[in-house]
């Protein structure tokens, strides 16, 4: 199985990508005949280059790409020499590249807010040295949107001057994510929604769920292949998102505005929690015992280690927070293909429904009311969802959705 077969509906891109494995592969082999040399010149005239833009929306697979990209050019399989494409997901290249062991792979993701200074002046630092295997030394950035602004301008220095045999990979929704200082100097690879059929397809192929249930999941997500394979394996997901779309019908007054936006952001809290539950305890447990605690959580830790402590609580509190805010999209984002289907019946669009299991509650809405109210309220969830990334309160903006969905 070659590593392009993840990349759902994305042909183009697999073929460019491919195209660019190769010159990679044709690039390192003439370096290795040449005594090791660098490579340097050539790069300029080969569809291979040292830095690289992953944008698309939301479930595309922004992330495979860069992922599968990286283990074509770590692979090593002896088909190569006899004409066969780089990336052929069996070599030990190309399996350390995928699972995250390699030794040149650095995969950058966070669950923090942002990626700040300190970690990427930590990223150029290690993209500055030479590959340890002897062909590409690979850094796939897979949330470049979360870069702050001084770190943008540290990783600028790395992309206008990259090491020999450095490749970055940066991921991003849009280009208008990323500093335009450093998407001028990247390859630009646009990935699109895949198709529905195509993600009921993996999820049928790769995760053995029931085609009518894969099927159900990849078009009530409208194509996102991560949310799509949530929804079809994870139940509470399921309960969750049906708790969302009752929301239309519950905004009928004050009251009900109010009630339902209090809902939401406890059900985005619960989900943080969740998370906080699986995970904090253990980080906790594992710095306490490298920082030389007495066994058990009640044992005193040693002196002049309670800094250490200190920031791991902070970062805990951070990813908590930006667990409930992307929860909190989730839903947003459920709700605003509510109304996308509300408004596809009322203008009388072919186009498919992605909520055909409450088609019941769209009818009734879209007979209800008319596109331009439809319009307004799909208006009022984008601003909510700005509102969200501008930092204000979240049970704020959402009461200010809530009736605004009401008003209409």
């Known amino acids: 199985m070659a590593v392009w077969d993840d990349l759902v509906g994305q042909d183009r891109v697999a073929a460019q990508l491919s195209a660019a494995a190769r010159d990679a592969d044709a690039l390192v082999t003439a370096a290795g005949e040449a005594a090791d040399g660098p490579v340097e010149e050539p790069m300029a005239s080969s569809k291979m280059t040292h830095a690289w833009l992953f944008t698309g929306p939301p479930g595309s697979g ?11 050019l770590q ?13 052929c997901g069996f070599c030990e290249g190309c399996h350390t590249a995928l699972v995250g062991t390699h030794a040149d792979v650095e995969v950058v993701r966070t669950d923090m807010l942002t990626i700040g200074v300190k970690e990427t002046r930590e990223l150029v630092r290690r993209a500055q040295l030479s590959p340890a295997g002897g062909r590409w030394q690979v850094i796939v950035m897979e949330d ?3 870069l702050t602004e001084g770190a943008g301008n540290v990783l600028l220095k790395a992309v206008e001057e990259p090491a020999p045999r ?25 990935l699109r ?23 159900s999941a990849a078009r009530a997500t409208q194509g996102h292949i991560g949310r799509a394979r949530r929804l079809a394996t994870d139940e509470r997901a399921r309960a969750r998102r049906a708790a969302v779309l009752k929301l239309p019908l519950r905004v009928d007054d004050v009251g009900g505005c109010l009630k339902a936006a209090q809902e939401l952001i406890d059900a985005a809290a619960e989900d943080a929690k969740q998370v906080a539950e699986e995970i904090d305890a253990k ?61 596809a019946l009322q203008l009388g669009s072919q186009v498919a429904l992605a909520n055909t299991d409450v088609r019941d509650a769209l009818e009734r809405i879209a007979s209800g009311s008319k596109p331009e109210r439809t319009l307004r309220r799909i208006e009022a969830i984008t601003a909510c969802r700005q509102a969200l990334d501008s930092n204000v309160a979240p049970l704020l903006a959402v009461e200010a959705m809530t009736m605004a969905l009401r008003a209409g």
């Open 193 to 215: 929604t895949p198709p529905v059929d195509a993600v009921a397809d993996i999820l049928v192929r790769r995760d053995g769920i029931e085609p009518e249930l894969a099927a």
């Open 166 to 190: 450095t490749v970055w990979l940066l991921c991003a929704p849009s280009l208008e994510d990323v500093l335009p200082t450093i998407r001028s100097r990247c390859r630009l690879l646009t």
């Open 144 to 146: 470049a949107d979360r």
């Open 62 to 72: 922004r992330a495979t790409a860069a992922r599968a990209f990286a283990a074509a």
């Open 283 to 343: 980080e906790t447990e594992e710095l306490r015992a490298a920082l030389g605690a007495a066994a058990g959580t009640g044992g005193r830790l040693p002196r002049g280690t309670a800094g250490a402590m200190k920031d791991l609580q902070d970062r805990q509190k951070r990813r908590a927070t930006r667990t409930q805010r992307d929860s909190l999209d989730l839903a947003l984002t459920d709700l605003t293909a509510f109304y996308r289907d509300v408004l």
């Open 75 to 87: 692979c090593v399989s002896p088909d190569r020499a006899l004409g066969g494409a780089p990336g």
